[in-house]
Structure formats: structure tokens, C-alpha cells
């Protein structure tokens, strides 16, 4: 478009098929895209995106900007600014959950750290802009409240729960119904009946993001969840040796089986990097759930090292504070990131039937 005279219709021509990444559809023709202006050797205008896409807006703002420069060779000056575009969550289904993305996250057994990395991944993707729940629906073990460090009796109020709350992040567990030094045993119906009313009856407001940290092992509330809700997919939490990769393939298996799509592997506990000498050391070995995950055609989100602070803060309640070391941070931030990119490329490719009035 070298030759072509640079008006606002030819620049929105040449970006009408730029998607914004929450949806798939084109950013320009649901106003996302606005306040364009022309100058003798610039064009600039507004990226509006929403809290849903915070961890990759960057990206988006570096791609339209791409975009633009191929387009338009002769502009010396292209520049674009973010801003925030409110679309709220729409329903999910008959259970009344307002949330965009509903992530299970998941091991194919226990002592992996997979409620640690569930916790996390909500940190991270509250951190950088979006709304964000925690639901516990690890029955049996409920941890997440000791991994924040939240406590008490969620009150009611107008026959909805009111979660906890954890530095404004919405909270539900069993671990506030019942004492830490009680046993939950319960049989299937009364699990059922426990995960329907954390999704039903909590009164989790409008999320971008609700993360469910899932019992360890292939258990039947995969298949609840699957019925109630259209889950997004699931990640699926490993250690780097055979052993673990063994039963992450099994969790793997469950999903597929109760049409719930992978999102991708993390492998935590992988290596270990001596504050003294500064040596990594491969405790479980490393590299191996990158292999299968490779190797099964799903994608790998990231990898988490061993910390003695993720265990140490873990413990004391205070897991949230492992965003504030410089070293291990990136790691976090980047299983967050890899979770919204990869969402975001699934929407690209097959967008979803647009629920709002399309102009012009």
C-alpha cells in the first residue's frame, strides 16, 4: 500500500482483520480500535483491550503496530496506545458463573505441587490486570487457605456465599466449612453436591479468569465440573521424572475423556539452582514433562524450579510474596502468560459466533 493515499478508510481496510485476542473477532468492527489519526508522516490510534488480555496486551499493541508499518512503509511515526475495553462476562450455562475462562488445574497424583502452581497462576494473571477467582475444589485436602493464608466462615447474604477474600481475589474452599483436624469423607453424590454449590451459590462476581484447583489422581469431579460448566481446559501439573510423568499422562487421559481440552503442562520442582554456589542441580531430573508434552501434542507452559521460599511462604501463608523475588517471578509470570497467549491463539483460529450487534 506504498502508492495508496493514507485515509482513515484505507487504514481501517488494512486492519479490519486484526482480532482482538479475548475473542477472535475483528477489534476493529467491535470498536476496539479507535481515535485514528493521520498526519503528513504518522498515523497513531487507540487499542482498547480487555482485563481478560492484561498479560499479552503488549504483544497485541506490538502486533497491531507491526501491522501497521507493513501496510504502511512510508509513515515514519506509527504509533499505538493501549486503553481498557469493558465487556463483561456473559453466563455460563444454567449455573449462573459470570466468567470468561473457567481453568481447572490438575496432577495425575498427589505431592507435585499442583495447588501451589494453581494458586500461583492466579497470582500471576491478577497481578497483571485481570479479574481473577480461586475455587478449591480439592475436597479432601483443601490447602489453598493455608497457601494464602485466609481463614473464616464464608457469610451468606441473600441465599448466595459470599467468598473470602484474599487481597481482592474471591476465594472458596472446603477448608472454610470444615476444621483442619476433621476428615471430609463423603461419597460421590455429596462431592457433587459440594462443587455445584461453590459454582452456583458463591457470589463470585464478574471474573475474567476462575481457576479450580482439582483433587489430585483421576477422581470423579472432572466429570462434575464437565457437566456443569463449560470449562476452558486444564493444565496439568508434573515433576520433571518417569514416575510423575507416568500419572500426568493418566490425567491427561481423564480430561480428554470427560471433553475437557488441555491447555498445556507445567513442570514444577524442576531443577534446583544453589543460593550458595549458584550450581543447578536436577534433583527429578529436567526436561522430561517439556519431552511429553511434546511428544503427546499439547502445549508446555513453563517450568518452576525448586524454591525454598515457594516453601517457606507457602507455609506461612504468604505464597503471594514470591512475585517480589526478581529470580523466581519470571517463571510464574511466564506459566500465566503462556495459559492467555495460547487461549488467545485458539480464539484467532476459531472464533466463536459474535453475541454483539457487528457495525456498518
Not at 529436567?286 to 525454598?308: D, T, Y
Request: charged share 20%; hydrophobic share 40%.
Amino acid at each position: 500500500m506504498s502508492n495508496t493515499p493514507v485515509d482513515i478508510k484505507t487504514v481501517e481496510q488494512a486492519i479490519s482483520d486484526f482480532k482482538d485476542p479475548e475473542t477472535g473477532r475483528s477489534a476493529l468492527r467491535f470498536e476496539q480500535i479507535r481515535d485514528i489519526a493521520i498526519s503528513p508522516d504518522g498515523l497513531s490510534m487507540t487499542l482498547a483491550l480487555t482485563s481478560w488480555a492484561a498479560p499479552i496486551a503488549n504483544d497485541i499493541k506490538g502486533s497491531l503496530e507491526e501491522c501497521l508499518r507493513s501496510k504502511f512503509p512510508a509513515l515514519a511515526n506509527i504509533s499505538v496506545s493501549l486503553a481498557t475495553h469493558d465487556r463483561p462476562a456473559e453466563q455460563l450455562g444454567e449455573i449462573g458463573l459470570t466468567a470468561k475462562s473457567v481453568i481447572a488445574v490438575g496432577s495425575g497424583k498427589g505431592g507435585v505441587g499442583k495447588s501451589t502452581i494453581a494458586a500461583c497462576l492466579a497470582f500471576g494473571l491478577r497481578r497483571q490486570g485481570c479479574k481473577v477467582g480461586l475455587m478449591d475444589a480439592d475436597v479432601y485436602g483443601p490447602s489453598v487457605p493455608h497457601l494464602l493464608g485466609v481463614s473464616g466462615r464464608p457469610a451468606a447474604t441473600d441465599n448466595k456465599i459470599e467468598p473470602i477474600d484474599a487481597n481482592g481475589m474471591p476465594v472458596m474452599s472446603m477448608g472454610f466449612l470444615v476444621p483442619p483436624d476433621e476428615a471430609v469423607v463423603w461419597r460421590g453424590p455429596m462431592l457433587h453436591g459440594a462443587i455445584t454449590q461453590f459454582l452456583r451459590d458463591t457470589r463470585w462476581g464478574d471474573l475474567d479468569y476462575l481457576i479450580i484447583d482439582m483433587p489430585p489422581g483421576t477422581g470423579d469431579i472432572a466429570l462434575t465440573l464437565s457437566q456443569l460448566i463449560p470449562l476452558t481446559g486444564a493444565v496439568v501439573v508434573c515433576t520433571p521424572q518417569d514416575v510423575a510423568l507416568l500419572d500426568a499422562v493418566k490425567a491427561i487421559a481423564m480430561f480428554g475423556k470427560v471433553n475437557i481440552p488441555i491447555l498445556g503442562v507445567v513442570e514444577n520442582m524442576s531443577g534446583f539452582v544453589c543460593p550458595d554456589c549458584e550450581k543447578r542441580h536436577d534433583i527429578f531430573g529436567s526436561g522430561g514433562a517439556r519431552s511429553k508434552a511434546e511428544e503427546l501434542q499439547v502445549p508446555f507452559l513453563g517450568e518452576v524450579p525448586i524454591n525454598i521460599q515457594i516453601r517457606s511462604e507457602g507455609d506461612q501463608g504468604t505464597l503471594e510474596t514470591v512475585f517480589d523475588n526478581p529470580t523466581l517471578a519470571p517463571y510464574l509470570e511466564q506459566v500465566a502468560y503462556s495459559v492467555v497467549r495460547d487461549l488467545a491463539r485458539k480464539a484467532a483460529a476459531t472464533p466463536p459466533t459474535p453475541s454483539l450487534p457487528v457495525l456498518g
